[in-house]
């Protein structure tokens, strides 16, 4: 009797072994396969419109961002105000001290309000001036939802930020 009780202990005792070991096992995959599956969020580009200067003229450029999560028209605009890249040989087509105030779109027209920077601080004349309009509306027309902008400053709409283009209605995309 005492032999098969030894023999009894003996088998549950591997038996536990047997399953701690398991389940050890098991936890351990699951630890080394977590980070794999838990990767990075993806980032996404958005199209901003920067200017490009040659000897006789200047042009409007798109230049594709990196936005550091997923694309929206929100982050299209930062990138917008936040210029060209140190290494770019482009400059801003809005002027850098601008803010976004807020961004809305609804039934395919974005509103974008800017802080008043945007007139206060832009240094131009109508080329320069068709250049910013055109770089905030083809920035927000490359998402499918957005058809038309319409530009406000401090929550108002504006008839123009340099006196030579107006703003004052949607406006849409230049090809």
């Known amino acids: ?42 980032q996404d580009f958005v199209t901003i419109y920067l200017v490009k200067s040659e000897p006789t ?14 694309a929206s028209p929100a982050a299209a605009l930062q990138a917008l105000i936040n210029g060209p890249l140190t290494d770019e040989e482009l400059f801003s087509s809005v002027p850098q001290s601008v803010r976004l105030l807020g961004l809305t779109v609804q039934d395919g027209l974005a509103s974008a309000d800017f802080s008043a920077e945007l007139i206060t601080d832009f240094n131009g004349g109508a080329l320069l001036e068709s250049y910013l309009v055109t770089a905030i509306v083809n920035t927000l027309t490359e998402f499918a939802d957005i058809e038309k902008v319409q530009i406000l400053v401090e929550g108002e709409v504006v008839e123009s930020i340099g006196g030579h283009i107006l703003v004052s209605k949607p406006l849409g995309r230049a090809h």
């Open 1 to 42: 009797m005492r032999a098969v009780r030894n023999i009894l202990i003996v088998v549950l005792a591997l038996g536990l072994v047997a399953a701690l070991w398991t389940l050890f096992s098991l936890q351990k995959t699951q630890q080394t396969a977590a980070p794999q599956s838990q990767a990075e969020p993806e």
């Open 57 to 70: 003229e200047f042009h409007l450029v798109p230049v594709q961002r990196r936005t550091g999560g997923p």
